[in-house]
């Protein structure tokens, strides 16, 4: 059913967030340690740029994680990122992590995905996942991704249905073909669902070390102008950056669209959360969770492992009762989920 299949999606990533960072006392393994033998002590996250508390990417991983150190008595840890880090960087704290004796290792963020490359090669009983990117062919590495242009088509449904100016905005933390995703099916979604409604589109950076996914100012200020512009729905896909994109929101009194969490429900957000209409939910809580458990079932996940709105792994959160309630709005989301379910619509990722 619609209401099942869109919840349920959020069930891992509401959990609470408290990272479990302490790592376990005993002595680093080598690469040539069974993955029976590290799999007894807990999962590594390597964040992405914006780290723990983004209320969005970062924290859905870290909800994954917490449920599997619950479930699995596990002691797993995370790592923050710094500014301005290379992919040397990155591949030593891969590398350090997986000579812990944690298992798996998971980049969190496309980033991760050179770094993950050349460190599962040295660690080949290790299991290694990175999250959205599929570029990685190797017996020990799971790539993790998500078909965002799914719920971004919603979402786009949602925010068609919504606008009174018939102008919404969309708001990209850095312009590369991950975001481009979410952005297609966010148009299409709406341009499928109300003819002459615009959609006002910015990107914030051109790379991620500019902060385009860490900085809130930015995305408060990107919010700022297509506010100015009339928009009366905003779509945030830039991880912490979209807390500004919601803040603005809030003050102008006009609906925010949030990603990858639930952020009606994000206590950091709490004082904004009548201005969050839904979020486009990304299942990476569950993505890490089942990671985590297959290695502990000696049945690694590997290869590409693909989450989309058939399966739960993509979604709208119902959290606001104004969402929830529209039964005009509600009617339309059930066509259209029934219509990418069966193939009748095709989602364009650019």
Known sequence: MRRLSRIAVAGIASATLAVTASACGSSSTS???????????????AYDVGGKGDQSFNDAATAGMDKA????????????????????DKSQRLEQLAKQGYNPVIGVGFAYAPAVK???????????GVVDDEQITADNVADLVFT????SYLAGVTAALTTKTNVVGFVGG????????FEAGFKQGVEDTKKGVTVKSQYLTETAQEGGFSSPDKGENAAEGQIDAKADVVYAAAGLSGQGVIK????HKIWAIGVDSDQYKQDALAKYKDSILTSVLKDVAGAVYNLAKSVKDGKPETGVVRADLASGGVGLADSNPVFKDN?????????AEAGIKDGSIKVKTS
């Open 248 to 251: 603005a929101a809030a003050a």
């Open 118 to 128: 050349e460190v599962a090669a040295k660690f080949p009983k290790v299991t290694f």
């Open 327 to 335: 039964a005009t709005l509600q009617a339309a989301l059930t066509k």
């Open 31 to 45: 690469s040539s340690s069974s993955s029976s033998d590290s799999a007894g002590k807990g999962l590594a996250l």
């Open 148 to 151: 965002e242009e799914q719920g």
């Open 69 to 88: 150190d619950a479930e699995f008595g596990y002691k797993s840890t995370a790592v923050e990122p710094q500014d301005g880090e290379s992919d040397a």
């Open 174 to 181: 850095v312009d590369v073909p991950l975001i481009h995703k």
